[in-house]
């Protein structure tokens, strides 16, 4: 049974920083990609950031490129997300999600087969 638990989330100032951190279990962590979505209220799920199996490649929305960090421990079986800079418009629930099979683009929700439930952050203006 694959899960897939986040943590970290919480209420930030803006400009304040905040860390990510998903738990995954279930699954062969070191051979599959992974990425971090967000939803606020009223929005579609948009993509935030990903990373290849073996972390040698990242990709980030435009609207997070330079602010976010995706990280993973494949020893630790977790992918974490550091947020700096945050801004109100961060604000939504944020979940990671795990892609096992081959075809995968990185930024397609549909590319992935698990998702986590989400943790909230809410930046305060």
């Known amino acids: 049974q694959v899960q897939l638990v986040e943590s970290g989330g919480g209420l930030v100032q803006a400009g304040g920083s905040l860390r990510l951190s998903c738990a995954a279990s279930?699954?062969?962590?070191?051979?599959?990609?992974m990425g971090w979505f967000r939803r606020a209220p009223g929005n579609e799920r948009e993509f935030v950031a990903a990373i290849t199996w073996g972390g040698k490649s990242t990709f980030y929305a435009d609207s997070v490129k330079g602010r976010f960090t995706i990280s993973r421990d494949n020893a630790k079986n977790t992918v974490d997300l550091q947020m700096n800079s945050l801004k109100p418009e961060d604000t939504a629930v944020y979940s990671c999600?795990?892609?096992?099979?081959?075809?995968?683009?990185?930024?397609?929700?549909?590319?992935?087969?698990?998702w986590g439930r989400g943790t909230q952050v809410t930046v305060s203006s």
């Open positions: 279930g699954l062969t962590f070191s051979t599959t990609n």
């Open positions: 999600a795990a892609a096992v099979g081959r075809r995968w683009f990185y930024g397609s929700p549909e590319s992935y087969d698990y």
